[in-house]
């Protein structure tokens, strides 16, 4: 039985390939493998262009940062969510500062209330050496961005 695929598969100038080894009996098909492989290479190249990388964005605040700097830090937290990006909260504790780490808490957790129909936290603050941080996860799916011919993400088409 496979000695005749294989006279077959050679009168008609084309490759046996075993689809499913673990079949039984084995599943094979009579093709190009050439053109098998590239198609399969460019149905694998399509789908790594449609999938959308996450990335951490970091925020950096201190425990004694102003109202008005806040509201611009949380207008760029709010940015990154939309684009689909996690936000790392960061706050940085100097000197005498690291006595009042709830200050630090609360700076976390005011920016995690003025995101919170855009992101949920995934991590809650928590202190590593001098500074403490919290992780916030976009709550809906980005939109995938715009490929150009070279491959990069055009972030200019994204204007509409």
């Known amino acids: 039985m496979t000695e005749d695929a294989v006279r077959l598969a050679q009168e008609r100038g084309l490759d046996l390939v075993e689809v499913n080894p673990n079949a039984r009996p084995p599943v094979c098909r009579i093709v190009d493998y050439g053109k098998l492989k590239y198609e399969k290479k460019k149905k694998t190249a399509?789908?790594?262009?449609?999938?959308?990388?996450?990335?951490?964005?970091?925020?950096?605040?201190?425990?004694?940062?102003?109202?008005?700097?806040?509201?611009?830090?949380?207008?760029?937290?709010?940015?990154?969510?939309d684009q689909g990006n996690k936000v790392k909260v960061t706050v940085r504790f100097r000197g005498r500062e690291m006595a009042h780490r709830e200050i630090g808490e609360e700076q976390c957790l005011r920016i995690a209330e003025e995101c919170k129909g855009l992101s949920v936290i995934e991590s809650r603050p928590r202190m590593e050496g001098r500074q403490m941080f919290m992780i916030l996860a976009p709550t809906k799916k980005p939109k995938p961005r715009p490929i150009r011919d070279d491959g990069s993400p055009d972030d200019d088409l994204d204007e509409e």
């Open 46 to 81: 399509q789908a790594r262009k449609r999938q959308v990388q996450v990335q951490l964005k970091e925020i950096k605040v201190r425990p004694k940062t102003d109202d008005h700097d806040m509201d611009f830090k949380v207008s760029h937290a709010k940015r990154f969510l």
